[in-house]
């Protein structure tokens, strides 16, 4: 019954920006830490931002760091991803997951998190 669903990815150029949704249903979101994951082609999957259950703390994953940004408006259980000057190696599936731990963001990695979506795919090719 705990489901996310990750929406607006695309095709865009070196330079653009996308902004990312992450939907949830099922569970009292405002208790939950979210997290943004990618998994590019061949890698693991990786950290990208993790925001805390008030939305009032943020981590963001060095490459990253400077042109996305993580936010969430618990009126709507909606978690946010702006990603700004994305470059070729930003291509990857994005994936949003969900858990009550609080460890899980300070750690803000894929082993932590227990609830997954489904994944939107960025691609940044020129």
């Known amino acids: 019954q705990l489901q996310l669903v990750e929406s607006g990815g695309g095709l865009v150029q070196p330079g653009d920006s996308l902004r990312l949704s992450c939907a949830a249903s099922?569970?009292?979101?405002?208790?939950?830490?979210i997290g943004w994951f990618r998994q590019a082609p061949g890698k693991e999957r990786e950290g990208v931002s993790c925001?805390?259950?008030?939305?009032?703390?943020?981590n963001y994953a060095d490459s990253v760091k400077g042109r996305f940004t993580i936010s969430r408006d618990n009126t709507k259980n909606t978690v946010y991803l702006q990603m700004n000057s994305l470059k070729p190696e930003d291509t990857a599936v994005y994936y949003c997951?969900?858990?009550?731990?609080?460890?899980?963001?300070?750690?803000?990695?894929?082993?932590?998190?227990?609830?997954w979506g489904q994944g939107t795919q960025v691609t940044v090719s020129s």
């Open positions: 925001i805390n259950s008030s939305g009032g703390s943020t």
């Open positions: 997951a969900a858990d009550r731990r609080t460890l899980v963001f300070s750690l803000c990695v894929p082993r932590g998190f227990d609830y």
């Open positions: 099922g569970f009292t979101f405002d208790d939950y830490v």
